[in-house]
């Protein structure tokens, strides 16, 4: 059974960094795509990033780009999302999520983690 557990959400000023970690157990975790999502309070979920098995390919929301960087480690079967300079708009739940190659679906979900971006 596929287990994904975030962490290292909280309570940040615009302009700090935050680092959410996403512990993944119950997979190959090399032959999954990793891909980290928020959603805020009355808006949809969005994809916030995405990496590929072998760590070697991201992709980000354009609302993020250059400010987010998505990153794992096979070894320790983690998926990191370095976030600085935070804007309040960042502010949501933060869930990490898997797909299997060649999969389309994300079919596991963490429970999130929150981050609040203060003005």
């Known amino acids: 059974q596929v287990r994904l557990v975030e962490s290292g959400g909280g309570l940040v000023q615009a302009g700090g960094s935050l680092r959410l970690s996403c512990a993944a157990s119950g997979l190959t975790f090399s032959s999954y795509s990793m891909g980290w999502f928020r959603q805020a309070p009355g808006k949809a979920r969005e994809l916030v990033a995405t990496?590929?098995?072998?760590?070697?390919?991201?992709n980000y929301a354009d609302s993020v780009k250059g400010r987010f960087t998505i990153s794992r480690d096979n070894a320790k079967n983690v998926v990191y999302l370095q976030m600085n300079a935070l804007k309040p708009e960042d502010t949501a739940f933060y869930y990490c999520a898997c797909r299997r190659v060649p999969f389309t679906d994300y079919a596991s979900w963490g429970q999130g983690t929150q981050v609040i971006v203060s003005v």
């Open positions: 990496i590929n098995g072998a760590g070697s390919t991201t």
